[in-house]
């Protein structure tokens, strides 16, 4: 694609947000409404008198203007034609010649913002007329090749004026064309791009006056029309791929791709547009990203695309689809949800023309008539496919200013990526559980058909904000929490008291138990317990007991636990600086040991080993003058030299300490050894900590394959050429089983390792982690490690890791009322058992993801609860049980499971069952089930829910609008596909990385954050708003920071002002920016503390430091940043997402025939 391509930017494809009833949809990204005229078009917010009213899709409430979370999103304004979540057009060409919003432009205030055009806004065909425009209900059809159709409404479109002043007018005013029968009928003028009267108006951003008078193009921005994507479809199928048709408001083509000029309705071709729009003509060159909807891209594999046959597509002949034409008028369909796809086809297949190849329909439509040559295929918009960003600034405008309140059940949180006050009113909060739904099938038949996931990703420590409060301690005192009889399960919220409060009913397994005599209390009139306000278990979502005797191991309280810190002192380490760096820190570091809220100091007593072939073990008793230092030569059967002296008090031992970390580096400063071990490394700390009878953490900085003679040893077996083949798993898998071991022990122990790797070659990490795996540790890795350009990095990770919080010696159980049980867990644990998920260390930034199967049918009126309850010893050695419930929904139809569904858990959860598939499977295999396993969640999505409509419109729900998107960033990302500098111990990195990652974490890790940074408002404390992650959204003239939670770059363009280099670089040109930065330079002026600021805040919200790279356009390291944006195709053959949208399509079509 082309990379320079402008980018329309129009605002990001919002959707509406669910829920928000009655809200008139503002531009999503709050930008006021554009201009459509009222009159014109009202705000939609029904199906339009005049307007047959096809019948609702389900899910579809036409009582509230929106579609509720989940709703399909269908545009049509009666609700009736589009999908919902129909994609839009393809771009045709302006016909009025303006141009598209620039990539970084926004849209006029004029554009509906894709979200404004709220889903339901826009409608395709019918003018809007008197009728507000309703959002569609969630699902918007998509189609990607479509133009709008034409709805079937005649008459109703106008004429073709000038154009509407702005692209929302535009839409609006496609909206309002008919796009139905009537309307097409009349052959659009041929020198149109897309004949305008058609009923598709053109899509791209400006619109031209001719059709677009009607229709107000959807920018990318707006409202989720359905961007026809199928612009070559005749029109009678809605064109736009997911908005009914009426209301969509149908950009009818996408811009990007230019029109043909002549068919209305047709798909651009590749002609430029017709009238003036800026967007860079059809691109002769590739496909932009998005585009290939036509035509495979040839490097995708994964597209398939064939031609479009000639007559099937509709869109294609070169008569343009009116609706007259092919098939019939796409009014008719109720409104589905969800975007057409080209008639013909599909996604993947036969597509339209799309812009980047040549149109078929130069000259004059062909109306109709005869079906000439089929046309090339066309390009899908980019701006008419839903966009993440809106999505995202919808959710935040729509739900970041109230306070979400967890009293309810089955309540859909916002989005991660939403600012929001939770207050906690009897379930878990969203920091602690989100789950992949929140209405859950009542049997697992219903569980089978639809293939969504049921899972809950779950953080039971996570860190809350300071303006929310931490769950409370209950002390029961010696009889400890009251738990049911039968399941075990801690009392909580949905308990039922009976019999004048002696007893209770457990919501679990329904077990009736006595109430112990000093927790009686009396009801009140409505069977609540008096003093329910004044007990966190019965009132809040999430609390703590504090544990008996009987919950802790051999029944006697545990030890505070202990810091080992374990240094590599072989050649490489000494040499980089690493460890008199790693000594200096420690020396200031140790006052900041994790300590209980109020106690003076902290209980953690600390011991020091350094070890190459060798373990040096250092006894700093407080009451020695100076460290002494004893050897273990015998690796082959490790034990700790002393007792007395290894673990000790920090205050007590400060001065013996701080001698020996000054000694350190110099002992070892002429050390010639480059060997190292490892496995011996952990024996040691293990036996130390056994001796000591207590929990702990080993920290442990290494640098190079343990080669050495010992237990453990490992050789390289590092192989390129394993990948594509069925041996690939191999890299995956530890080596050896001695790890594997080794963790078990550990584990038993309480004794969790973190690891920090600066190797300057293969070491290994799928067998070096283990332990850290399966203990609950971390891994921190510095390639190449350099002490000017990674020192940073480095001792903010390493400050972070010592001074977070972390629970010792840790056992989850996840508990669920009759009907739903727990069956698989992904994390960083160890299980002995099926239920019981052990952890020697969990800190605040774990998760432990569970998935539940149906054992049982479940019940609308009772629902589904769960309960995750954490025994752990804090640092201060208290042993304690955190718990958090959550209650959800059930349903017996379909429609109201995936209008509750939430994309970004739906996302952690899959790509963490793919990264734990290629253990064991071919990562070919591992991928096609993804693939396949979305294509049926979305097929029975459109065969259960959506309206009636052709298969040419590719309709997604409301709620997973973003599906085919994230899902096509997880399938790129280096595990599943890496590039040919990703190196064997990076994918086991990441692979194990991602496991224990929360849902804000996969959200921008699989989708990175891009912002502008050249118009940055310097006075204010906002971020500036995000934009897609293509190519052709950046401008030259442009900075950009793009982080994914491990790294930041910031791209500087090659035409940027030289003011803007000089305030943020201190450097008078573009050429003199060096890209050996590895901070930012601080200087005084407003532009440079703005954006040192944005990286401040950035880094301070993700759990790891971020490596600042600095990139100049053209320059070597730009091949890598390009990795990352991901909605272009990549080097590794990863597909744009235009492309994987059609080969989406394709699979569920397949699946549907």
Known sequence: MSVNQQAHTGPPYGQPQPGYQGYQQPAYGGQPLPVVPQSQYGAYNGPMPGY?????????????????????????????????????????????????????????????????????????????????????????????????????????????????????QLSNHMAGMTIGSTTASAPPPAGLGYGPPTSVPPVSGSFSATGSGLYTPYTASQGPSPTSVSQGLPLAQPLFPGQPMSTQRLPTQVPGFAPPPSSAGIGPSSYPPSTGAPRPPTMPGPPLPGQTVAGPPTSQPN??????????????????????????????????????????????????????????????????????????????????????????????????????????RGQVPPLVTTNFLVKDQGNASPRYIRCTSYNIPCTSDMAKQSQVPLAAVIKPLATLPPEETLPYLVDHGESGPVRCNRCKAYMCPFMQFIEGGRRFQCCFCSCVTEVPPHYFQHLDHTGKRVDFYDRPELSLGSYEFLATVDYCKNNKFPSPPAFIFMIDVSYNAVKSGLVRLICEELKSL????????????????????????????????????????????????????????????????????????????????DTRETETVFAPVIQAGLEALKAAECAGKLFIFHTS?????????????????????????????????????????????????????????????ATLGVVTYQTGGSIYKYAYFQLETDQDRFLNDLRRDVQKEVGFDAVMRVRTSTGIRATDFFGAFYMSNTTDVEMAGLDCD?????????????SEDSGALLQCALLYTSCAGQRRLRVHNLSLNCCTQLADLYRNCETDTLINYLAKYAYRGVLNSPVKTVRDALINQCAQILACYRKNCASPSSAGQLILPECMKLLPVYLNCVLKSDVLQPGPEVTTDDRAYIRQLVTSMDVAETNVFFYPRLLPLAKADVDS???????????????????????????????????????????????????????????????ENPFSKKVRSIVDMLQVQRSRYMKLIIVKQEDKLEMLFKHFLVEDKSLSGGASYVDFLCHMHKEIRQLLS
């Open 52 to 168: 047959q009213q096809p019948v609702p899709p389900q899910g579809y409430f036409p009582s509230l203007g929106f579609p509720s979370k989940g709703s399909p999103v269908s545009l049509n304004s009666d609700t009736s034609s589009l999908a919902p979540n129909f994609i839009g057009s393809l771009r045709a060409p302006p016909t009025s010649g303006a141009p598209p919003p620039a990539s970084g432009a926004s849209l006029p205030s004029g554009h509906l913002a894709y979200s404004q055009l709220g889903h339901g806004d826009v409608q395709n065909g019918i003018p809007a007329s008197a009728a507000p425009m309703q959002r569609p209900p969630a699902s918007q059809p998509f189609l990607p090749g479509s133009a709008p159709t034409p709805v079937s409404q005649t008459a109703t479109f106008q004429q073709y004026g000038p154009p509407p002043a702005s692209v929302q």
């Open 303 to 408: 597209h398939v695309s064939s031609p479009p046959p000639p007559s099937t597509m509709s869109g294609l002949h070169p008569g343009p689809p009116m609706s007259g034409l092919h098939g019939p008028p796409p009014p008719t369909h109720p409104s589905q949800p969800g975007y057409q796809m080209q008639q013909n086809g599909s996604f993947g297949q036969v597509r339209g023309p799309q812009p980047n190849y040549g149109g078929a329909y130069p000259g004059t439509p062909n109306y109709g008539s005869q079906p000439g040559p089929p046309p090339p295929p066309k390009r899908l918009d980019p701006d008419s496919i839903p966009s993440p960003i809106q999505v995202i600034e919808d959710d935040r405008s729509n739900r970041g200013s109230e306070p979400y309140v967890t009293g309810v």
């Open 590 to 669: 140790l006052d900041y040991l994790p300590r209980e809220g109020n106690m003076e100091e902290s209980a953690i007593r600390v011991g020091f080993v350094t070890y190459n072939k060798v373990l040096h073990f250092y006894n700093v008793k407080s009451s020695l003058a100076q460290p002494q230092m004893m050897v273990v030569s015998d690796v082959a059967d490790m034990f700790v030299p002393l007792l007395d002296g290894f673990l000790v008090n920090v205050n007590e031992s400060r001065t013996v300490i701080d001698s020996l970390l000054d000694q350190i580096p110099e002992m070892f400063a």
């Open 705 to 765: 394959l343990p080669i050495a003679e010992a237990p453990g040893k490992l050789k390289n077996r590092d192989d390129k050429k394993l990948i594509n083949t069925d041996k690939e798993k191999t890299l995956f898998q530890p080596q050896t089983s001695f790890y594997n071991n080794l963790a078990k022990d550990c584990v038993a122990q309480g004794c969790c390792v973190d690891l920090f790797l600066f190797p300057n070659q293969y070491l290994d990490v």
């Open 846 to 858: 774990k998760t432990i993801t569970v998935e539940f199967k149906h054992d049982d049918k479940l």
């Open 1021 to 1083: 404390d906002s971020l500036p708003a995000a934009i897609r992650n293509s190519e052709e959204r950046l401008s030259k003239g442009d900075i950009y920071l793009l982080e994914n939670g491990l790294n930041i770059f910031v791209w500087v363009g090659v035409n940027v002002q030289q003011g803007l280099i000089q305030n943020l670089f201190g450097v008078s040109s573009f050429s003199q920016i060096s890209s050996a930065l590895s901070t930012l330079p601080v200087l």
